[in-house]
Nanobody, 123 residues
Framework: QVQLVESGGGLVQAGGSLRLSCTAS????????MGWFRQAPGKEREFVAF????????YYADSVRARFAVFRDNAKNTVYLQMNSLKPEDTAVYYC????????????????WGQGTQVTVSS
């Protein structure tokens, strides 16, 4: 069992930055690849970023590549999402999730989820 807690969301103006954190319980955090997803009102949950267990591999949605960066500190059981040059269309609830199997692009490949943190970008 893994429990995930996100933090760091908030209200920011377009062009600004935020850093989200996701802290996991348990001693096996480094075994889990992790993903970030987001869900805007009235829309389906969508993939944002993925990072392997040792942090050596990362993947991003086209919409955030070159603006967002995912990294992790396994000693702190924490994965981060650094979001720069934020746009109003980045407004959503952001979730971190622990990868189980399958395609990292799909939410069904993840078996543990955090509660989400709201990010609102004003124009």
């Amino acid at each position: 069992q893994v429990q995930l807690v996100e933090s760091g969301g908030g209200l920011v103006q377009a062009g600004g930055s935020l850093r989200l954190s996701c802290t996991a319980s348990g001693r096996t955090f480094s075994r889990y690849a992790m993903g970030w997803f987001r869900q805007a009102p009235g829309k389906e949950r969508e993939f944002v970023a993925f990072i392997s267990g040792n942090g050596g591999s990362t993947y991003y949605a086209d919409s955030v590549r070159a603006r967002f960066a995912v990294f992790r500190d396994n000693a702190k059981n924490t994965v981060y999402l650094q979001m720069n040059s934020l746009k109003p269309e980045d407004t959503a609830v952001y979730y971190c999730a622990a990868f189980k199997s399958g395609s990292y692009l799909t939410s069904t490949a993840y078996n543990y989820w955090g509660q989400g943190t709201q990010v609102t970008v004003s124009s």
